[in-house]
């Protein structure tokens, strides 16, 4: 990649369809057409609560992203970090966790790292805690429907 000049944004009209669903494509996050099926899929992850932190290129393309539930008072979730392959990582990382610190750094954040995230969260004061274990389940069911509109 060129070294070009990166955009931290939190404006999501920034934010096609088209680019977060070929972003979640690009780290294996699923596939892009099944993200597309739905029209409005960014404002259906990116709902009141939940921040987004994006990294853009000159040319707008999206390069890297952070997703975070939140109450803006007591405590925040990392639920992702995506970044592009095609980016220069370390360095996108570094921008999108400043600005989201900057942002929320107010309140308590919480994340689930691959090991290969946790230096660059380190570096962030967001470290392991002894006697704290992050717990998951998978989905059970298929991706949730969206009724039509009840009209009465």
């Given at each position: 990649?060129?070294?070009?000049?990166?955009?931290?944004?939190?404006?999501?009209?920034?934010?096609?369809?088209?680019?977060?669903?070929?972003?979640?494509?690009?780290?294996?996050?699923?596939?892009?057409?099944?993200?597309?099926?739905?029209?409005?899929?960014?404002?259906?992850?990116?709902?009141?609560?939940?921040?987004?932190?994006?990294a853009?290129?000159?040319?707008?393309?999206?390069?890297?992203?952070?997703?975070?539930?939140?109450?803006?008072?007591?405590?925040?979730?990392?639920?992702?970090?995506?970044?592009?392959?095609?980016?220069?990582?370390?360095?996108?990382?570094?921008?999108?966790?400043?600005?989201?610190?900057?942002?929320?750094?107010?309140?308590?954040?919480?994340?689930?790292?691959?090991?290969?995230?946790?230096?660059v969260?380190?570096?962030?004061?967001?470290?392991?805690?002894?006697?704290?274990?992050?717990?998951?389940?998978?989905?059970?069911?298929?991706?949730?429907?969206?009724?039509?509109?009840?009209?009465h």
């Amino acid at each position: 990649m060129n070294h070009s000049i990166i955009t931290i944004t939190t404006e999501l009209n920034d934010i096609t369809n088209e680019l977060l669903a070929g972003l979640y494509d690009s780290v294996g996050y699923g596939s892009a057409e099944s993200y597309l099926a739905h029209d409005n899929f960014v404002k259906l992850i990116f709902p009141p609560g939940v921040f987004g932190f994006f990294a853009l290129n000159e040319d707008k393309s999206l390069l890297g992203m952070i997703r975070v539930f939140s109450d803006d008072y007591i405590c925040s979730w990392i639920a992702e970090m995506c970044i592009a392959p095609r980016a220069e990582g370390a360095s996108i990382k570094e921008a999108l966790l400043k600005a989201l610190t900057d942002r929320l750094g107010h309140t308590a954040l919480f994340t689930e790292a691959f090991d290969e995230e946790i230096e660059v969260y380190k570096k962030f004061g967001i470290t392991a805690k002894k006697k704290l274990t992050a717990l998951s389940c998978a989905p059970t069911l298929g991706p949730r429907q969206y009724p039509k509109p009840f009209i009465h």
